[in-house]
């Protein structure tokens, strides 16, 4: 692993430019250390270097070169994983069954190393909406069918929680963008939707205070005092039952906050209609919309004071 000094010294890459690439156009994520710093591992350094050299020696505009990358990096991807099962559906296919059956028969170690090794040959995007969200999905079925226990349930949940939610301090926060306020509302126990949210405004630059499950009211009351910039708050409710307490709780919200974003989504909210909730938005989009949706609405609050 390099930090920001190694790799501007390393590719005579000044380090405005460095965080400009990075910032506006996404050409590399490198890690981060709980204080912040960047680490940049030896696919950054190979993709910078192929960047440099194509804005330096080709002329072409670093925007251009990104899409290039991007372009080059998922060719590649497709063939590796073709290479690694013949088909690359089948291929991620296979990954999602050996992980869930290890998370199954409670053999984390297993489910791990799955996990490290996909990760590494997949990449980001694939592993966690084509593997590891499928396989969450899976696992709320198995419980709701009777062929998986509530106790393998909560552990198949908790480990694929805690791999994703590593990812928390990995993506780069743009001071531009307003924060957002995630939790689900006090009674509520499943968040693995919100955290797959949080995960998205995280991955676009957004600060996201996580809050989690089961959130007391008078907790994120007493954090909005406190906090500046928060320009959203984003609600995730599964059980109906919890409804009407939840619309109670954006009435209030909206009316001590009047500017901002009350978002709110989750299987509760599958059937109810912006018309009839006191949101500002409803989240019914599927994972591959977001981004869409981030672009277009989220850009009405990044610039609120």
Partial sequence: MYSIKQVVEMLDIPSVTLRAWENRYQAVVPERTESGYRLYNQENIEDLRWLK?????????ISHAVRMLKQHKQKDLDER??????DP????DKMRQQIYAAL????????????????????YEAMVHQV???????????????????A???????????????????FPVYAHLHKVLA??????????????FSLFLRRNGVEVIYLGANTPEDGVMELLEKQERIGAVCLSVTNGTLVPYTEELLERLGSLYPEMQLIVGGRAYEAISLQ???????????????????DQEYATIRHRA
């Fill in 53 to 61: 050299e194509q804005t330096d020696k080709q002329g072409i505009s």
């Fill in 81 to 86: 994983l073709s290479v690694a099962g013949g």
């Fill in 89 to 92: 559906k089948d291929a991620l």
């Fill in 104 to 123: 199954l028969d409670i053999q984390g170690e297993r489910a791990d190393a799955l996990i490290d090794f996909g990760f590494s040959l997949y990449g």
């Fill in 132 to 150: 590891l969200v499928p396989v969450l999905v899976k696992v709320g079925d198995a419980w709701e069918q009777g062929t998986a226990t509530v």
């Fill in 152 to 170: 393998q349930e909560h552990y198949m949940t908790h480990m694929i929680s805690n791999r994703l939610s590593q990812f928390f301090h990995v």
């Fill in 183 to 196: 939790f689900c509302p006090a009674g509520e126990h499943h968040q693995v939707g919100l955290l797959l």
């Fill in 276 to 294: 009839d909730t006191n949101a500002t938005y409803v989240m019914a989009e599927p994972p591959e919309k977001w981004q869409a949706w981030f």
